[in-house]
């Protein structure tokens, strides 16, 4: 039988972490996916299934995702620190 690797010191709580993690990253998915469709719409007016599949982010797009995607697993995973812990991250900013 293999042990399991426990985070948080009970089973529970690391099977709700994954849950939290696995939504997240769901979550990171679609918006993702919204910023390309609206960054299309805004060039082309126009969106096709292909385009949407085939555009690789570059420059500023690639730039605005990166800043959104570290905003957001700073507010989802930084809701669990301390208000002290939440100070001191955003002052290291």
Do not use: C
């Not at 042990?3 to 994954?18: C, F, G, I, M």
């Not at 390309?36 to 719409?41: D, I, M, N």
């Not at 995607?69 to 001191?88: K, P, Y």
């Amino acid at each position: 039988m293999s042990k399991s690797t426990h985070y948080l010191d009970n089973e529970r709580l690391d099977d709700l972490a994954r849950m939290v993690t696995e939504l997240a990253s769901e979550v990171w998915i679609l918006r993702d996916r919204t910023m390309v469709l609206e960054h299309l719409l805004a060039e082309q007016g126009t969106v096709s299934q292909e385009a949407l599949d085939e555009l690789r982010p570059t420059g500023e797009l690639l730039e605005r995702l990166h800043a959104e995607r570290s905003a957001f697993v700073e507010r989802v995973f930084g809701a669990v620190l301390s208000q002290e812990e939440r100070v001191q991250a955003a002052l290291s900013r």
